[in-house]
């Protein structure tokens, strides 16, 4: 696996994490504007990087077409 696909996975974890305490909040009508648009912001930041990964992604595939003996292994967990 690579790396980036490793940090990826950690930052959806992590904003994982948020999105029930973050439900249960809003559901109660406790959660400030601010503590919205920050939690907002994560999600914009997380939505990038999942993004990006999906372009690195297919550029490591039409790479291998074209040159598949340069294509770099992932490496095993």
């Known amino acids: ?3 980036e696909t ?3 996975i950690e930052s959806l974890k992590a904003v994982s994490r948020h999105a029930g305490p973050i439900a249960d909040a809003l559901m109660m009508g406790t959660m400030k504007s601010d503590k919205q648009r920050e939690y907002g912001d994560m999600l914009k930041e997380l939505s990038g990087l ?7 992604q297919d550029e490591r595939a039409e790479s291998s077409k ?3 003996e340069k294509m770099p292994r992932a490496q095993p967990d």
């Open 6 to 8: 490793k940090l990826l």
């Open 1 to 3: 696996m690579y790396e």
């Open 50 to 56: 999942l993004c990006e990964h999906a372009d690195l």
């Open 66 to 68: 074209v040159f598949p």
